[in-house]
């Protein structure tokens, strides 16, 4: 049996194969529509992404919340209780509560747990940008990594995952409170379409806007050309908000423009999806900086 295990949440956005294929213990947030609660796990047992942003592009409204202590304790509770220690990588803080959340349940558990080991990092990244970071944690950690090397890489590195996006309606971000009213403005403007990126504090910001659709995602791979080391070795991740042929279009350029092969392609779960809105695309690789 393996000494520690990766925890981390929903909002990295992880195909649930990859997620059982990489070992991962993922805690489900929670989206809320109709009065109805739906645990965002990555299997989509409560609500699957299709049917999701059905009922957002209809005009459904949703809200989220955070993985609250009490559910970080049970599942940490359950790993510690195997004799297994645990590398908790979190949604960034600047985003959601999630973060903090982990870290008291981590406080709450040491008494009863004095020989084992939980380390709770905030990754300050978000949807497959936390899920690539993740994703590359659990490949240094097939390598051999130790918990504490394993935490250390991590934060050194996620400052290195480059987070770069593009939203239809700045106003679902400014519901949920991630813009300001102002930067939402943008989205209103005729045919102007907000570049934005996850900054080094985990926010999410503005960077540049594009006349038209096709003008942004042009952006978003110029990026790319600016900041990914070696782009034609790493592996690539693509999410999308119930665009999946445009994300594939988007995939290919990648491979034309760069030779990346590795390109993994997702859905944006319920509650990203639910601050960003249907027709977001991000892209997220290795760079120089964010």
Known sequence: MQDYIIMT?????????????????????????????????????????????????????????????????DAMRTVLGRGQDI????????LSTTYQSAVIAAENLAPDFPERTIRVIDTLSASRGQGLLVYLAAQKK?????????????????????????????????RGGRVSAATALVGTMLSIKPVMHTDNEGRLTLV???????????ALLDAIERLAIEPEKQTMFICHADCEEEAKQVAAEIQRRFGTTDIRIHYIGPVIGSHTGPNTMGLFFVGTER
């Open 9 to 73: 949440d929903s909002c990295c956005d992880l195909t649930d194969q990859m997620a059982r294929e990489l070992e991962l213990e993922v805690l489900p947030l929670t989206m809320t529509m109709d009065g109805k609660e739906y645990p965002n796990t990555l299997d989509g047992r409560y609500i699957t992404n299709e049917e999701f942003y059905k009922r957002l592009r209809a005009g459904k409204t949703s809200t989220t919340a955070a993985a609250n202590v009490g559910q970080f304790e």
């Open 87 to 94: 590398l908790c990588l979190c949604f960034s803080s600047a």
């Open 142 to 174: 097939k390598e051999g990594l130790t918990l504490s090397q394993l935490g250390d890489w991590v934060e050194d590195n996620k400052l290195h995952v480059c987070h770069w996006f593009t939203v239809d309606d700045l106003n679902f971000l400014k």
């Open 208 to 218: 540049g806007k594009a006349r038209g659709r096709k003008a942004s995602l042009k």
